[in-house]
């Protein structure tokens, strides 16, 4: 954890949020491209910790990020959470402490236990977010000479919360005139992609031009892969791997997220099997990367723990071939505008095949990434912005987008090679 001469975005560690059971670990075991992990698991899962250090030792987990259990204070109370255990909040902030610095070998960060803005599942007013701010802050000087590795402790800033209230963090010094190590960004989870993006370049512009601009920071929750090489963060967590499996989908590089269902009868094209829309040699491709990673086929059709391994295999190949740099939204811009003028040039033209490949396409990029089973092309190098735009001109065409990427594919492919 102690990186000397950190240089902002140069290391990024992607943290895989929630336990692992048995059969999980054993299917990543037998996969050669596995790495070891790093695994997010809230310290009021204190049998799903002890279990983790089991698997540290044996090579599935590199180490642990612990966090505060705050959100579950929040929204259920701190009596529910207590249970009876705890006379006051403080109490349960010191026994917390007390936790993590005994597994302090283990860990690679530990969020400080933090004030959630608002009340749950009500509106949030502008005081709630200068209290959450205030009492958060507090805490985390109350925490931090009491811990082991204070360099690990995560200060924790919401989004909403007032860009002062970040300034507060990053001007502030230790008792020996070192700045703050780590800091935790926490978009809002009622807020689109976009918004959040857009929310997370501010604060990334605000920290690069601060007195502490090679601060650590963390991604608490962010779940767009695409948006990952965008920014400059240190390490980051998503629960995503477990949810797409609950629905019985996976993320691929290649295709985006698929639908594995056999069962469910899906009203769309977009929801069905994906082996059951994909044409022979796109079929024959998945079958291989499947194979590759020694899981058989049917377990991943059918067995949630073999999708969770699957998922998470690809997605620490897609984090190792998508690194930050600075260049990366600067180029995502440059594609913006392009694009733009390719679809004005199009339209201006009597080529009815580029009009319905440019609008399928752009169809397909907007709520469909994810859902839909993009071949060849990288949903990262499109904007929301320009898919939301398009989107709501073109409708949700789900089958007319379907056909396309079976139909019109080489000319998708040629259509990109010109930006």
């Known amino acids: 954890m102690n990186d000397d001469k950190y240089i902002i975005g140069s290391i990024q560690k992607y943290v895989f949020s929630g336990s692992l059971i048995e059969s ?21 899962d204190r049998s799903g910790v002890a279990k983790m250090l089991e698997w540290a030792d044996r090579g599935v987990v590199k180490s642990l990020f612990i966090d ?40 690679i960060a530990v969020a400080q236990f933090d004030h959630i803005p608002g009340v749950f599942k009500q509106a949030k007013r502008a005081e709630d977010y200068i ?36 300034d507060t963090m990053l001007n502030w010094k230790d008792p020996n005139g070192n700045p703050l190590p780590y800091i935790g960004i926490s978009p809002s989870n009622d807020r689109s992609v976009t918004e959040k993006d857009i929310y997370l370049k501010e604060v990334y512009d605000h920290i690069a031009k601060s007195s502490n601009p090679n601060v650590k920071t ?15 963060w240190y390490s980051c967590d998503s629960i995503s791997h477990r949810l797409r499996s609950a629905f019985n989908k996976v993320f691929t590089n290649k295709w985006g997220t698929i639908s594995l269902s056999t069962t469910r009868e899906s009203k769309t094209k977009a929801d069905k099997m994906f082996l059951e829309v994909a044409d022979e040699q796109t079929a024959k491709e998945f079958k291989e990367l499947v194979a590759s990673y020694n899981i058989p086929l049917e377990d991943l059709l059918n067995e949630s723990s073999a ?12 984090v190792r071939e998508h690194p930050y740099r600075p260049t990366n939204l600067m180029r995502s811009k440059r594609i913006f505008n392009r694009i733009i003028h390719m679809q004005i040039t199009i339209e201006t033209q009597d080529n009815e095949e580029l009009k319905n490949a440019l609008n399928n396409a752009i169809i397909l990029y907007h709520d469909l990434i994810g859902r839909i089973h993009l071949v060849g092309i990288s949903e990262e190098f499109i904007m929301p912005e320009f898919a939301k735009m ?5 409708g949700d065409d789900e089958d007319s987008a379907l056909q396309f990427l079976r139909i019109r594919l080489n000319l998708l492919k040629e259509l990109y090679n010109q930006l």
């Not at 958060?136 to 919401?158: C, G, Q, T």
């Not at 963390?218 to 400059?232: A, C, E, I």
């Not at 999708?307 to 897609?318: G, N, P, S």
């Not at 398009?390 to 073109?394: D, K, N, V």
Request: charged share 25%.
């Open 390 to 394: 398009l989107y709501e001109r073109f």
């Open 131 to 166: 209290e959450s701010a205030k009492l958060s802050w507090d805490n985390f000087l109350y925490m931090y000479p009491k811990m082991r590795s204070p360099e690990k402790l995560i200060a924790v800033f919401h989004q909403g919360e007032r860009f002062e209230d970040l």
């Open 307 to 318: 999708r969770v391994a699957f998922d998470i295999l690809e997605v620490q190949k897609y």
């Open 24 to 44: 999980m670990c054993n299917y990543l075991l037998n996969a050669p491209q596995f790495e070891p992990m790093d695994v997010l698991v809230s310290q009021l």
């Open 68 to 107: 505060s259990g705050a959100y579950s204070v929040h929204s259920m109370g701190f009596e529910k959470v207590s249970k009876g255990r705890f006379a006051t909040f403080n109490d349960m902030v010191d026994e917390y402490i007390d936790y993590v610095n005994g597994l302090d070998d283990k860990t």
């Open 218 to 232: 963390h991604l608490f929750g962010y779940t767009s892969l695409p948006g990952l090489p965008k920014f400059p």
